[in-house]
């Protein structure tokens, strides 16, 4: 086969130097404002981002940028190594010699939504975006002689079906050793080079985002929905290894109105309570000392509503934190602003119905904690690409599919009520209409 020309190894080397230059870029900016918790796995951002985070997301989510990786990477094919993989090297048993067959990556098209939880399109994407990055940390001497398609089609695939290391091994045609690494490496990728992805949205955004949320349920400066989704581990931590127990992770999430993603804390045990990961989340922290929340408020029959979340049982009232009244009379406007903010909270439901879809999030997840905190990480940033890019084919629109432990925006109890939180409240409810 004939060596590419010359503009088409120009065009591949300039697609790898730019995607690896932003996401070098993205780093040294996250380094600014370091996660304030080790278990913080993907924060919002600070105000020091607020500037630059909406003109790289923009940058790499636009339909120009999008097409111009999906072309670029179309000549990113069967590339050949230079190295010989080390024959006694464990990671290399059962491995492909040279590049892997093409029949490993579906032929047919509808087949991707299946298979990945993506279109071809967003899959083609993705191998452009994520190549120089995903090729660059083989094992030292021992390169996987992979190509990009098959390293992300087997991370992809672990974690749109679950299956097994074995499954995906018999599969793709590589060692379980080799697919460990595949899978772990994406996810490595993505929660390292690509978490921008999830971000609280600069101030300039913050009206676009209140604004949805009013023409949904008709609250004005909602900027988000707070809840607390928990998800099953059976792995081999120490924890568990002797008693067969399942754990559960605890993954904080704010989402807009379109289910985006705003800010992920993931990283706790799942028997700390909402009010525990809240307050040890930067998100707290940065909005208590006023770096979030603080650009718009308005005034409803005299009194002060900043920007604020709605959230449900297990956290407090606060002045940012709103949360349902507790055992509201029938017909009052108390009841009509619980009603509205379940309208509003269908979006978070959806978000955490859409993160359980992906196959390894979908029952308890099989491997060590820090490997399913990873998990949950990558499966939310591809959240977000797929919504920016519409492509729908990993989300989950139908309310029939919620499941009832996640429905926990009914009711929230009094207690220790926050005086200046209970004014906003009261306030809001005077113009909640009766749904």
């Known amino acids: ?27 040294l900016l996250l380094l600014f404002c370091p996660s304030s918790t080790p278990f913080s796995l993907l924060n919002s951002f600070s105000s020091t981002h607020q500037f630059f985070f909406p003109l790289l997301h923009h940058f790499l989510s636009t339909s120009e940028t999008s097409a111009t990786f999906s072309l670029l990477s179309s000549f990113s094919r069967k590339r050949k190594r230079t190295h010989s993989p080390n024959s006694d090297d464990p990671t290399h048993a059962n491995a492909v010699s040279g590049s892997a067959p093409d029949s490993v990556i579906p032929k047919n098209p509808d087949s991707y939504k299946q298979t990945f939880k993506m279109n071809c399109s967003t899959f083609e994407w993705l191998c452009g975006l994520l190549e120089p990055l995903l090729e660059c940390r083989d094992p030292v001497q021992s390169p996987l002689n992979l190509p990009v398609e098959t390293r992300l089609g087997i991370g992809l695939f ?30 490595r990728v993505l929660c390292t080079n690509y978490r921008f992805w999830v971000g609280f949205p600069a101030e300039n955004e913050l009206y676009s985002v209140s604004t949805q949320f009013e023409k949904l349920g008709g609250l004005p400066n909602c900027c988000g929905i707070i809840n607390c989704a928990r998800f099953k581990v059976k792995g081999s931590d120490s924890v568990l290894k002797y008693s067969h127990l ?35 989340s930067s998100l707290y922290k940065d909005t208590e000392t006023g770096a979030l929340l603080h650009t718009r ?23 940012w934190l709103l949360v349902p009244f507790a055992d509201p009379l029938g017909g009052s406007s108390e009841e009509n602003f619980n009603n509205v903010v379940k309208i509003m909270c269908v979006p978070m439901l959806k978000t955490i119905a859409s993160l359980r879809g992906w196959g390894v999030l979908s029952g308890p997840i099989d ?40 429905q926990s925006f009914d009711y929230t109890l009094d207690e220790n009520l926050n005086e200046k939180g209970s004014a906003i409240r009261t306030a809001l409810s005077t113009i909640s209409k009766r749904v």
């Open 158 to 187: 672990r974690l749109a079906t679950g299956s097994s290391y074995q499954e995906i091994s018999r599969r793709f045609r590589v060692s379980e050793l080799i697919a460990k690494f595949c899978v772990k490496h994406l996810c």
């Open 297 to 319: 408020t308005l005034y409803i029959n005299n009194v002060a509503v900043p920007q604020y979340l709605i959230g449900g049982g297990g956290y407090p009232l606060l002045p």
């Open 246 to 280: 399942e754990d559960t992770v605890a993954a904080q999430l704010v989402v807009d109105a379109s289910s985006r993603i705003l800010s992920i804390t993931a990283g706790f045990r799942g028997n700390k309570s909402n009010l525990t990961v809240l307050n040890s």
């Open 367 to 406: 491997a060590e904690f820090k490997t399913a905190v990873a998990n949950i990480g990558a499966c939310s940033i591809l959240h977000n690409m797929l919504l920016a890019r519409e492509d729908y084919s990993a989300f989950c629109d139908e309310v029939s599919e919620f499941r009832v432990d996640d």
């Open 1 to 27: 086969m004939p060596p590419p020309p010359n503009n088409v190894n120009r065009s591949r080397a300039l697609a790898a130097l730019l995607s690896s230059l932003v996401s070098q870029l993205l780093l």
